[in-house]
């Protein structure tokens, strides 16, 4: 039971998350830190929720009243069939905010990562690894996501299972990625 890096009741766990979070308690702990993983599996529905929530946030869900219609709905876009959402999806990510689509599908505006200067417009853009269940999100402190990120660096490497990670400093979160593992390697 993780003592430092703790789960929301409603993160849903898979194989693949729940040995890399177990393990990296013992990284928090030594840091006095207190984390929460806030996201683990999630459905295309979901991925579409978070974009739908941004918008609303954001107050451009009249822009893109489309991206409210069904997930398989489509539109056309500049002579090209496209996901409703799409354009609300590549909306967000030439705003900054770092969003898998619900399904793959082309980055429709300028959308530049951070760290990055090649513009990834017209780029296929998969869907988010939370969907494979071999992703989970730590949520960031009253002080943004430093120490959370300082803690995950020290990690890498160390921790069987665990990949990589994205600081999404306009999600207050970190992104943090797992590689199928074996179960039996965590007996």
């Known amino acids: 039971m993780n003592k430092f890096l703790l789960v929301k009741d409603n993160v849903v766990l898979t194989e693949h998350i729940t040995p890399v979070i177990q393990r990296l308690d013992s990284f928090f702990a030594a840091h006095k830190l207190t984390a929460w993983v806030t996201s683990g599996l999630?459905?295309?529905?979901?991925?579409?929720?978070?974009?739908?929530?941004?918008?609303?946030?954001?107050?451009?869900?009249?822009d893109y009243?489309?991206?409210?219609?069904?997930?398989?709905?489509?539109?056309?876009?500049?002579?090209?069939?496209v996901y409703a959402w799409q354009p609300a999806w590549s909306k967000l990510l030439s705003l900054g905010f770092i969003?898998?689509?619900?399904?793959?599908?082309v980055a429709l505006m300028d959308y530049f990562?951070?760290?990055?200067?090649?513009?990834?417009?017209?780029?296929?853009?998969?869907?988010?690894?939370?969907?494979?269940?071999?992703?989970?999100?730590?949520?960031?402190?009253?002080?943004?996501?430093?120490?959370?990120?300082?803690?995950i660096e020290r990690a890498m490497g160390k921790v069987k299972g665990l990949k990589g990670y994205?600081?999404?400093?306009?999600?207050?979160?970190?992104?943090v990625d797992c590689q199928p593992i074996d179960m039996e390697d965590f007996k």
């Open 166 to 175: 994205l600081i999404e400093r306009n999600n207050n979160a970190i992104h």
């Open 65 to 81: 009243q489309q991206a409210f219609e069904d997930i398989g709905a489509k539109i056309m876009y500049e002579d090209t069939e």
């Open 113 to 151: 990562r951070p760290g990055s200067d090649k513009n990834k417009k017209g780029t296929m853009i998969g869907d988010s690894p939370h969907i494979r269940g071999t992703a989970f999100d730590i949520g960031g402190g009253k002080d943004g996501v430093t120490n959370e990120a300082q803690v």
């Open 42 to 62: 999630r459905r295309p529905e979901d991925q579409l929720r978070i974009i739908r929530n941004e918008l609303n946030r954001r107050g451009l869900s009249g």
């Open 99 to 105: 969003v898998n689509p619900p399904y793959p599908a």
